[in-house]
């Protein structure tokens, strides 16, 4: 049931830059990060971004590399791992961030607070591609 | 049908709720750590369950409608082995049930195995749900589930969604988080600390005699926080244990999709009825 290579491999770093648009689409899903205002950095691989929120709407995410940016929280995992995540029905340990984690393919760092505390809303986020049409 | 039954528990008085419904052998139904019975609501709405059980599920003392004893203000919950068990047996005593299926899941599945060796005698069968004598903890720091500037319901809520399976409907996903999400303040936690601390049975798992008291594991594909490894190590050290993996379910099978997880229980359900003793 796994994301398989062959098959329409999903391409991470277009997913990245649709995030805003798909979270800005998603009314109940504004709503419950209205209390949010952050900037948290997501790594695909190598590859960083930094994604701005603002009561609950993302802003366009930027790409890096970085030299001087401040980032309350990074989430970080390979760009394998991500395509697998962002499957419609990802395989087991890889439908869901702390699923990574524990499988050792993802690290969270830096201040873990505005994760913990809005944390409904950011496993949202971060799993919008999933539910949204394949594209790029 | 819901009622109130008055338990001394740790030599103090408590008022336990729970709901029943069918006719039969018991069915104890053992809830998770930081929800309460309503998980069970779907056994108790099968017919195909309650035409041959008594479906019995009970809130544990601080969930669900369960109030916590009086003096609760000035301690730290924390969920004990003893605690847990004598709640069990002293609701069982308390309904006079003739040696009933325990059926329990997470916590509710940890303390299965321990009635498995201490008292496989009062037990017609027991069902352990998402359970194995060891779990590698996916967390390093609870006090993240009960802390001022953090909604406890909110985090344990956003926390144990993932251990649902993806194939999970929104609607019985949704109602397995709001359950969450009313847990009261460091209840969650207070439960992990059996779960967690107290939890490790390796060193004496293997004891369980099969033979005095049938023993069914069944762990869902996408429980990351009982794997299928877990529950694959722990029934390959107790001999005679029957060993499911249930596909497309996750920590949560009798709520988070009670139409699978039945597919699952039923054929255990008619086994016990062929062959544990009367």
């Known amino acids: 049931m796994g994301y398989d290579a062959a098959v329409s491999p999903p391409q991470p770093e277009a997913i990245v830059a649709r995030l805003p648009e798909l979270v800005n689409a998603d009314a109940g899903l504004v709503r419950r990060g ?24 993302l ?35 890889y439908h869901d961030l702390f699923a990574m984690k524990k499988l050792g393919v993802a690290r969270v760092e830096g201040d873990l607070w505005p994760l913990m505390a809005h944390l409904r809303y950011l496993k949202d986020v971060l799993a919008a591609p999933r539910r949204a049409p394949a594209s790029g | ?78 969920l004990t082995t003893a605690a847990y068990v004598e709640l069990i047996l ?3 005593d308390a309904l006079g049930l ?11 599945g940890k303390i299965v195995l321990e009635l498995a060796l201490r008292a496989p005698q009062r037990f017609r069968a027991l069902i352990g749900l998402e359970a194995a004598a060891y779990q590698t903890p996916w967390y390093d720091d609870t006090s993240w589930l009960h802390r001022h500037d953090v909604h406890g319901g909110e985090l344990c809520s956003a926390l144990m969604s993932g251990l649902i399976a993806p194939q999970a409907p929104e609607e019985t996903r949704w109602e397995t988080l709001w359950m969450y999400a009313q847990g009261g303040p ?19 798992v293997d004891r369980i005699d ?30 005679g244990a029957r060993l499911t993996i249930m596909q ?24 016990i009825r062929a062959t544990a003793s009367p």
């Open chain 1, 59 to 93: 802003a366009p995410v930027e790409r890096g590399p970085f030299l001087l940016r401040s980032w309350t929280f990074a989430v970080r995992a390979p760009g394998d791992a991500w395509a697998r995540f962002w499957t419609p029905l990802p395989e087991p340990g």
């Open chain 2, 248 to 271: 497309g379910l996750g920590h949560f099978p009798m709520s988070e999709h009670p139409e699978r997880f039945r597919t699952y229980l039923l054929p255990v359900l008619e086994e």
């Open chain 1, 34 to 57: 209205q209390g949010l205002t952050t900037t948290f950095l997501l790594a695909v691989g190598d590859t960083e971004y930094l994604v701005h929120v603002a009561g609950g709407r």
């Open chain 2, 98 to 108: 003739d040696r009933p299926v325990a059926l329990g899941c997470s916590i509710g």
């Open chain 2, 186 to 204: 460091g209840v969650f936690r207070g439960d992990l600390h059996f779960y967690r601390v107290e939890g490790d049975l390796r060193d004496r």
């Open chain 2, 210 to 239: 099969t033979a005095r008291c049938p023993l069914y594991l069944l762990t869902g594909e996408y429980d990351f926080s009982c794997t299928p490894d877990d529950t694959r190590a722990t029934a390959a050290r107790i001999p």
């Open chain 2, 1 to 78: 049908m819901g009622r109130y039954l008055h338990l001394p528990l740790g030599g103090r008085p408590h008022r336990v709720y729970f709901e029943e419904a069918g006719q039969g052998p018991p069915l104890v139904c053992l809830h998770t750590a930081g929800a309460d019975g309503r998980q069970f609501r779907h056994l108790m709405t099968d017919e195909a369950i309650t035409r041959h059980w008594r479906v019995l599920a009970f809130d544990m003392p601080r969930h669900g409608k369960s109030l916590p004893p009086a003096g609760w203000q000035d301690e730290e919950y924390r």
């Open chain 2, 90 to 92: 002293a609701f069982s």
